[in-house]
């Protein structure tokens, strides 16, 4: 198995930033891709950002393009989410996820690994 802990989440102002971070443990991390999911209340769980094994390739949802970046550091088995120009729209519950394969499966298909989820609270 492979488990995965998100922190980094927090009340932030719009326009504000926050960095969650996902450590990931169990198989060799470094050969899945990973990404991150959120959902807010009383909507569907959606996808947000997905990032390759080696880094070189990523995905955004069309609402959070230029404002968040996904990245990855295999060597310590961690992933993170920067994000900026935070909007009130952007308040959910997010999401660690990876997938064996590659990172495009994660765009429309189910993780086979969930964290824990983080709140993500923008104020107006």
């Known amino acids: 198995q492979v488990q995965l802990v998100e922190s980094g989440g927090g009340l932030v102002q719009a326009g504000g930033s926050l960095r969650l971070s996902c450590v990931a443990s169990g198989r060799t991390i470094s050969r899945y891709a990973m990404g991150w999911f959120r959902q807010a209340p009383g909507k569907e769980r959606e996808f947000v950002a997905a990032i390759s094994w080696g880094g070189g390739t990523t995905y955004y949802a069309d609402s959070v393009k230029g404002r968040f970046t996904i990245s990855r550091d295999n060597a310590n088995n961690v992933e993170y989410l920067q994000m900026n120009s935070l909007k009130p729209e952007d308040t959910a519950v997010y999401y660690c996820?990876?997938?064996?394969?590659?990172?495009?499966?994660?765009?429309?298909?189910?993780?086979?690994?969930w964290g824990q989820g983080t709140q993500v609270t923008v104020s107006s």
């Open positions: 996820a990876a997938v064996s394969g590659v990172a495009r499966t994660l765009v429309g298909g189910r993780p086979d690994y």
